[in-house]
């Protein structure tokens, strides 16, 4: 009797492992695509001199990466997500500089990405400075079924 008790519990271990693994298995052969949505710099803070770059999805998806696009480097950033109304999740910050396209890598659900500079290392387009970086634009890549 305890041996056939044993030998259910283990069946059913094994069932609930193969489900985990085939559940894995459909996530990762899920393409990975670029979620569209509108990107803008607003200036907030202070005087309303610091710019602070959004991009706000079409919907809300499963964010696997983001992509940051600078015009010369930018220093001193902070990265976050909207994962509900009013709920910013900060996902990274930078205090070296970062160039070009930067790739950071994360799992999360969210509707949009707020990258928010903590000083004036990062200038605004707007105000068309030609010394310092700034940010020409954000991209988003995953799945909106997650």
């Given amino acids: ?3 056939l008790k044993d030998n259910i519990q283990v ?3 094994i069932a609930i492992t193969i489900a985990g693994i085939a559940s894995c ?3 990762a052969a899920e ?3 670029k979620l569209s949505g509108r990107f803008y710099e607003d200036s907030m803070g202070e005087f309303g001199t610091m710019p602070v770059y959004f991009l706000v999805l079409n919907e809300s ?3 696997q990466r983001i992509v940051i696009n600078t015009k010369r480097p930018v220093k001193n950033i902070d990265i976050y997500v909207r994962v509900e109304p009013e709920n910013w999740e900060l996902v990274k910050q930078f205090k070296k500089p970062i160039d070009a396209a930067t790739r950071i890598n994360i799992a999360m659900r969210g509707d949009a990405i707020r990258v928010r500079p903590k000083s004036m290392t990062v200038a605004s387009s707007y105000w068309g400075y030609d010394g310092e970086g700034y940010i020409q634009g954000l991209e988003a ?3 909106p079924r997650r």
Avoid: D
Wanted: charged residues 10%.
């Fill in 141 to 143: 890549f995953g799945s």
């Fill in 61 to 63: 998806c499963f964010i």
């Fill in 1 to 3: 009797m305890i041996q």
């Fill in 11 to 13: 069946t059913i271990l």
């Fill in 25 to 27: 298995a459909r996530m």
């Fill in 31 to 33: 393409p990975e695509m």
